[in-house]
């Protein structure tokens, strides 16, 4: 199961592109709501979460995302409950933990687990990437399990990473194919 964390003010984009793309792949994927069943974005589009936070389960996870938005890296700062399910997911190393957008550097960054890895943020947020190698030239960089990607842009590209590690090279293929998506 991927989770991806939903605080009010994410960025649409970086949710819902690659949850699209994750269950085309055949992934499974759920939102889960930080604040409650609905949550709102940075541009007031309102999704249905598929659960609270209460209901992940770390022991099943292949995946735990955290998209961008000020306002959504913010709701998962101000969550004790978020930021202990990223330290054991992290910890325990057998699921990926990926992060796109201001999540990087507003997120990971500051709690160490960028430290010696290769990262890429939202441009202009590097500085808070803390220990990292920027390598902001790609739009997604794979360090072991983290995964990080530059920002809305690189949506698709960080979607079919996911994909990719999931659900194999071919099976992402034939989800880019299937979209049509040739950046």
Do not use: W
């Not at 939903?6 to 699209?20: H, I």
């Not at 938005?69 to 325990?92: H, Q, T």
């Not at 995964?147 to 293929?173: I, M, Q």
């Amino acid at each position: 199961m991927v989770y991806v964390l939903l605080g009010p003010g994410f960025e649409e984009a970086e949710v819902v592109v690659p949850a699209d793309l994750l269950r085309r792949g055949g992934v499974e994927v759920a939102l889960v709501g930080l604040t409650g069943p609905e949550v709102t974005g940075s541009h007031n589009i309102t999704l249905k979460a598929d659960m609270t936070l209460d209901q992940v389960s770390p022991d099943h996870t292949q995946a735990l995302m955290l998209p961008g938005g000020m306002g959504g890296v913010a709701a998962i700062n101000d969550s004790p409950e978020a930021l202990e399910l990223i330290r054991r997911i992290y910890k325990d190393g057998r699921a990926y933990l990926a992060a796109i957008c201001a999540a990087p550097s507003v997120v990971l960054g500051p709690m160490g687990i960028l430290q010696g890895r290769r990262a890429v943020c939202y441009p202009g947020m590097e500085d808070g990437m803390t220990g990292a190698i920027p390598c902001m030239d790609v739009p997604v960089s794979v360090d072991g399990k983290v995964v990080t990607g530059k920002g809305p842009g690189a949506a698709f590209d960080f979607g079919l990473k996911l994909v990719e590690l999931l659900a194999g090279s071919e099976t992402a293929c034939q989800v880019r194919d299937g979209a049509h998506y040739h950046g």
